[in-house]
């Protein structure tokens, strides 16, 4: 294995698997730290963590758990990956995880770049903008779990990590790999090592992966692995990347925890078209409605059913004040989880799921430990394969077109 990567969630490692395996990596996506070696013939090997919304020690934990196994594998470079929306609080997790991973590493220069431009999201004077909006007006603001009140990565990150923040901007990026190089190294002699990197086209993530040639640690959304296969392809290091893709026959059905503005376009799209079932955190909280329940309602629905608890903030919050953040989380995490797991007893054989935490729910309730990755659905999200009778698609809650669901089904099936 040349690559390791360490992903704090389980679309958010999908979505990098993507990247890696679009640029020619063969790659396979592990839930959880694996209990054996990695086949011989993968490349690149990501571990998808759930550590987003955890306390930061346990997330560093993990997060040394995953490193070392994945240094056992051999890798020469690891890769710490976090939403392109930099989802944290003002504690962590993702600034104690980088210095944990830095001082593990002993890694002196760490780039930390969310940048995904194939989804809108660039980083331009140290500050996260989702297309034309700040991170901080983009919605994210209202995130249930990880509200993000300050676009300034720089200043967001400083507050999490006793490390000083460094900062290489736009015009050096748009300069090329040497420059981008010599200004690592600049930062890295004034004493910062955690150092933000512009970037706004595709261009400049490659060109800033073919600078970081070399070093022992990466962080950033998916995008900031665009350049990095180049990088052992030239050194002659790569096969020929991934195994041919064969889609699902089946029943698909589509579920949704995500609460983001995307999200719910998607769902509101879908309603118009396919049954439609919306779970209410009060009434999965009474006990009004049941996993098993809706399992059985969803299997018995014809064409591509979607049961969604994507509600907007203002009715999250009341859920919230109500009940308790954690206990609605978990709640409804705990419901999905179950559900999932009744639908594919019950012959479902494609499963799609939007927004990280319930993506995660979802993978640790069916128990799924090791999944191919597959053709792309929409920028950011691939097929993946399970297991023998069962593909599915981990959706980030701010990704996909409008169409998402029907065309994550299609894909799943091999029909696209």
């Known amino acids: 294995m040349l690559l390791g990567c360490i992903g704090d969630d389980f679309t958010g490692s999908s979505d990098l698997g993507n990247t890696l395996a679009r640029e020619g990596m063969r790659v396979v996506q592990y839930t959880g730290v694996p209990d054996g070696p990695a086949d011989d013939d993968v490349e690149a090997g990501v571990i998808a963590l759930k550590t987003r919304s955890i306390p930061p020690a346990e997330a560093v934990r993990q997060s040394l758990a995953a490193l070392a196994w994945l240094r056992d594998q051999g890798c020469e470079q690891i890769v710490f990956k976090y939403c392109s929306t930099f989802d944290s609080t003002p504690e962590g997790n993702i600034g104690p995880v980088a210095e ?10 760490v780039i930390v770049c969310p940048a995904f431009p194939g989804t809108g999201r660039s980083v331009y004077q140290g500050h996260l903008f989702v297309r034309d909006r700040l991170l901080s007006e983009s919605g994210m603001e209202s995130h249930p779990l990880n509200p993000m009140t300050d676009p300034d990565i720089r200043r967001w990150l400083a507050r999490q990590t006793r490390l000083e923040v460094g900062h290489i901007a736009a015009p050096t990026v748009l300069a090329g790999p040497s420059p981008i190089a010599a200004a690592l190294e600049a930062e890295h002699q004034a004493g910062r090592r955690l150092i933000v990197v512009d970037a706004l086209r595709d261009a400049d993530l490659r060109a800033i992966g073919e600078a970081a040639a070399g070093l022992p640690l990466i962080t ?8 990095l296969p180049t990088n052992f392809a ?9 195994r ?5 026959p089946g029943p698909c059905v589509a579920l949704s925890g995500s609460c983001s503005n995307a999200t719910r376009g998607q769902v509101a799209r879908h309603a118009a078209r396919y049954p439609t079932f919306e779970v209410v955190a009060g009434d999965v909280m009474a006990g009004r409605v049941t996993p098993e329940g809706l399992a059985e309602t ?7 059913p979607l049961a969604y608890s994507s509600a907007d903030p203002q009715t999250v919050a009341a859920a919230q004040a109500e009940f308790g953040r954690e206990a609605v989380a978990a709640a409804l995490e705990g419901f999905f989880a179950t559900l999932a797991a009744r639908l594919v007893e019950g012959g479902v054989t494609r499963l799609v799921t939007a927004g990280g935490e319930t993506s995660g729910a979802i993978v640790e309730g069916l128990a799924l430990t090791t999944l191919e990755i597959g053709p792309e659905i929409d920028p950011g999200v691939p097929a ?9 698609a981990l959706k ?12 994550a089904a299609t894909v799943l099936a091999g029909d696209a």
């Open 100 to 109: 944990a991973l830095a001082d593990a590493l002993e890694a002196d220069k």
């Open 220 to 227: 950033g959304g998916s995008g900031i692995a665009l350049g």
């Open 234 to 242: 030239r050194r002659g290091l790569l096969g020929h990347g991934g």
């Open 244 to 248: 041919a893709w064969t889609g699902q």
């Open 298 to 304: 969803l299997l018995a629905a014809e064409g591509l």
């Open 384 to 392: 993946l394969r399970a297991g023998p009778a069962l593909t599915v």
């Open 396 to 407: 980030s809650g701010n990704f996909g077109a409008e169409d998402f669901f029907e065309k």
